[in-house]
């Protein structure tokens, strides 16, 4: 015969939820997901890679949703602060640059 313990004393990982009570299953995420990225141009036509970053929230399944404001930075890490949705400056330099018009 094969004992079994009463789901009291399993360890929680092993015990069943209750009908209708789910265990949140969401974990904050420790790195920031990269959710954009796109070209833009300084003044004198220097092109540029700008990232724009954000921390989510992931749930178990690994399916991920937003969570919290965006940020951006060149390709190299750079912070770059944003104007507007087609302007944006360097922190380090004060260096303005717009979006690529296709």
Known sequence: MIAVAAPENQPPELRKSEPGKERSETMESKEPRQINEFKVMDEHGN???LVEYQNVTETRSLKWRRAGPS????ADG???????DETFKIETSDTVL????A
């Not at 940020?71 to 060149?74: D, I, N, S, T, V």
């Not at 750079?78 to 507007?84: E, N, Q, R």
């Not at 717009?98 to 018009?101: D, E, G, K, S």
């Open 47 to 49: 092109d540029y890679t």
């Open 78 to 84: 750079t912070p770059v602060g944003k104007i507007d």
């Open 98 to 101: 717009r979006r690529h018009t």
């Open 71 to 74: 940020w951006f930075a060149l």
